[in-house]
């Protein structure tokens, strides 16, 4: 089948005389003609829907601890291609070729080679013969199908495709609303091209016909079903789906009034089941060794939020280059990022970056802009990936980075699937640096390149001297740079560089400090007395072990044998 996300020419459709009696699941196939489907990118403007539905089908995946994906619905790609950029292993389908084609070719010039198949749901198992964590169908798509026992059979395909703790995504347009009270859109969450619309030609209990205007004044139509929201859950239900739960444009139900669509997950999982404790946490996070959870309390926190995002101005959490005493922080560090990134090896539009530790993604920012690469920013704190994504979407930029909640010990990715892993000044807040290791290890491609910074101890530093900034930091130790070399190699990496930068460390958290004392007016209307002033001894202890020459801090590089 095929999603509702195409495009026709009216001349081309062919529905004869009365197109109002055009009522059979076949249809499809004469409406997505190459004209239609050529257009319908158009329609639904990639950025601005990325933008409007966030991480939504990410995060409820990644909460399952799903990893293998059949999108059954891939239309043009816009899912597909988002979830192979987040790391999923995506299968795409489709009953029309014109769509796939279009998806294949979209998926190209995102730097994917998608793996695709032709096929009809209601006989998904005679081309599909995999199990997977989940599957999607997404745009509306199960309104193709006019017949109940068609709607039965597909859903029944789908459940059968899943292993035995998968999950089915559908959404649908909220055609209860349009039944009852008429036609209202937002026209933000699905359809959000400018200059073109999507509003129904005809509307009764057993077609909604909807009419696709173009800006060169072309016009397609869709003839289908239209499903009601309790209707859906109940034929869900009846094949065998255990728990529903319904969202309303992306939020709980009860939130919204009249929304435009809805989004039903559907799990296979029986009430009495629970998901291994390695994938679902308390609340549905993903569980984090102590010493990560402790930094993402942290970082969490509305003090250190709010901190960091006015001294470092809300871009970059990480130490910079210094060229004098009065550069300003943002300034620093951005030079460091376009140190290491001139560093990277052929990193070009083609070149897939995963960010551990990624803060507020301002490296990933300057990496897509500069660069065009797609970047994936897993990192702690759900505070910080907000932000995060918020600057993203008023960028614009949403499609080339994807921000994920996670840990840098368990990388929620397939093996050799980026080209480099980047990290800033995160990797010493691991209790297990050599399993962060080995994860870099594992999702880095053949030949792909690591490359961080990280505060770490001089090897001849005394023991217990930095016993304050540890204790301030939650944290055992520290690393050096002759332990991540031992690290690296033992692992299997090989050297590309390192370059010792110590001097700027110093510099860098005296500029913090000083920053700390010249805007402590205005801080303290955001954060709290206690928090300054332990940050204030906190920066002073950096700054004393720094001249004391006991720290470290530069550019480590290594690449994948």
């Not at 009696?21 to 489907?37: C, G, I």
């Not at 899943?162 to 937002?186: A, C, M, P, W």
């Not at 990192?379 to 600057?391: A, D, G, I």
């Amino acid at each position: 089948m095929i999603s509702e996300k195409a495009g026709l020419k009216d001349s081309e459709q062919m529905y004869g005389d009365n197109p109002i009696a055009q009522r059979k699941t076949d249809l499809y196939k004469r409406e997505y003609v190459h004209s239609f489907v050529r257009k319908w990118d158009a329609l639904i403007n990639w950025d601005a829907r990325a933008s409007s539905e966030g991480d939504f089908f990410i995060r409820i995946l990644k909460e399952r601890g799903v990893r293998r994906v059949l999108d059954v619905a891939t239309g043009t790609g816009f899912h597909s291609i988002r979830l192979l950029r987040a790391g999923f292993d995506v299968i795409s389908a489709d009953g029309s070729p014109e769509m796939l084609a279009q998806a294949f070719e979209n998926g190209r010039r995102a730097g994917f080679i998608m793996r695709t198949i032709h096929a009809d749901w209601r006989w998904l198992s005679r081309d599909i013969h995999n199990k997977y964590d989940a599957v999607i169908c997404l745009g509306n798509s199960l309104t193709h199908l006019f017949s109940e026992q068609d709607r039965r059979k597909a859903l029944a395909e789908f459940y059968a495709a899943l292993n035995h703790d998968g999950v089915l995504i559908l959404d649908q347009r909220n055609y209860d609303g349009i039944l009852d009270e008429g036609f209202t859109s937002k026209h933000v969450y699905y359809y959000c091209g400018e200059n073109v619309s999507a509003e129904p030609e005809h509307v009764d209990e057993g077609l909604a016909r909807f009419r696709y205007t173009f800006p060169d004044g072309s016009i397609f139509h869709l003839n289908m079903y239209p499903l009601r929201k309790e209707y859906t859950r109940r034929l869900m239900h009846e094949v065998g789906f255990q728990q529903i739960k319904t969202y309303a444009d992306f939020q709980e139900t009860h939130k919204v009034e009249d929304p435009d669509f809805y989004v039903h997950v559907a799990e296979k999982l029986y009430k009495n089941e629970e998901r291994p404790a390695t994938i679902m946490g308390k609340l549905g996070h993903v569980h984090y060794s102590p010493t990560v959870d402790t930094a993402r309390v942290y970082y969490n926190s509305s003090d250190a939020d709010r901190f960091y995002a006015a001294i470092w101005g809300g871009e970059d959490i990480h130490i910079g280059l210094y060229q004098s005493e009065n550069d300003s922080i943002f300034e620093a560090s951005r030079r460091t990022v376009k140190k290491m990134a001139g560093y990277v090896e052929n990193l070009n539009a083609e070149s897939r970056v995963l960010d551990i530790g990624s803060g507020y993604g301002g490296s990933a920012r300057f990496l897509v802009k500069q660069y065009g690469c797609h970047v994936g920013c897993l990192n702690l704190s759900e505070v910080q990936n907000q932000r995060n994504r918020t600057v993203n979407q008023k960028a614009a930029i949403s499609l080339s980075i994807n921000v994920v909640d996670g840990s840098f010990e368990d990388i929620p990715m397939p093996d050799h699937s980026v080209d480099v892993v980047w990290s800033q000044d995160a990797i010493l807040h691991s209790g297990n640096r050599e399993k962060v290791f080995q994860e870099v290890y594992r999702v880095l491609a053949k030949g792909g390149q690591f490359i961080f910074t990280d505060p770490m101890k001089r090897e001849n530093c005394p023991p217990d001297v930095l016993q304050p900034i540890l204790d301030r930091i939650h944290l055992d130790s520290l690393g050096s740079i002759d332990f991540y070399r031992k690290l690296a190699t033992r692992i299997g990496f090989t050297e590309i560089r390192i370059e010792d930068l110590t001097s700027n460390l110093t510099a860098h958290y005296g500029r913090v400090l000083q920053e700390l004392v010249a805007q402590r007016h205005s801080l303290i209307r955001v954060c709290t007395e206690e928090y300054l002033a332990n940050m204030k001894i906190g920066l002073q202890h950096w700054v004393d072990a720094g001249k004391a020459d006991h720290l470290t801090w530069g550019i480590l590089q290594f690449r994948k044998s």
